[in-house]
């Protein structure tokens, strides 16, 4: 197979585990399930992923580059308010849920085992592109990184909210409260 053929069979591979994933978890997941799901054998799918940790590094880079994607598609739109923009981010999580689950039990598995503690150093990442998507609404250069910091944390924490209650109702209205909020303090 050749170089893009390999890309492409890698990729059906991880979303055939990502499926898996956002319905039963990371934990039921060892690698002779991820081979049943992908049509391998266990010897022939340790030639692509070699263990858990490098299926679940694998599963998150690619659900962070599909969210930084479509967040790169939003914040890019010059005719949108900074308000909408954020609203749009909450509807793209809240609507499609991608990679959610996945993300937030990696997310505790890395505060726990040394093997995952990489993925904590990657969610600073989005640090400059919403801090520079910030300044181009009229926030000080100063003040963008923090405002950054606040629109990860407030969403990472609504999103845990609502994954683990159910409540969209209640986390859409909190997350409007706080766009409301944000519209009242940024320069104008």
Do not use: C
Request: glycine share 6%; aromatic share 10%.
């Amino acid at each position: 197979m050749d170089g893009n053929g390999e890309l492409q069979r890698r990729a059906a591979m991880l979303e055939a585990m990502r499926v898996f994933v956002e319905e039963h978890g990371l934990a039921p997941l060892t690698l002779e399930k991820a081979a049943e799901l992908t049509g391998l054998s266990p010897a022939e799918f340790e030639e692509y992923f070699e263990s858990k940790v490098d299926v679940v590094v694998a599963l998150l880079a690619e659900n962070r580059r599909h969210q930084r994607d479509a967040f790169a598609r939003i914040l890019a739109e010059p005719s949108i308010s900074l308000e909408e923009s954020l609203r749009r981010m909450w509807r793209f999580f809240t609507e499609s849920e991608y990679g959610l689950r996945t993300f937030f039990e990696a997310y505790g598995m890395a505060l726990q085992e040394s093997d995952y503690q990489t993925f904590l150093h990657g969610t600073g990442d989005w640090l400059p592109m919403i801090g520079a998507a910030i300044e181009r609404y009229g926030v000080p250069k100063a003040r963008s990184q923090a405002l950054a910091t606040l629109v990860i944390t407030v969403y990472r924490g609504l999103l845990m909210d609502l994954y683990a209650t159910g409540e969209r109702a209640r986390t859409n209205a909190a997350m409007e409260q706080w766009i409301e909020m944000i519209a009242a303090v940024r320069p104008r």
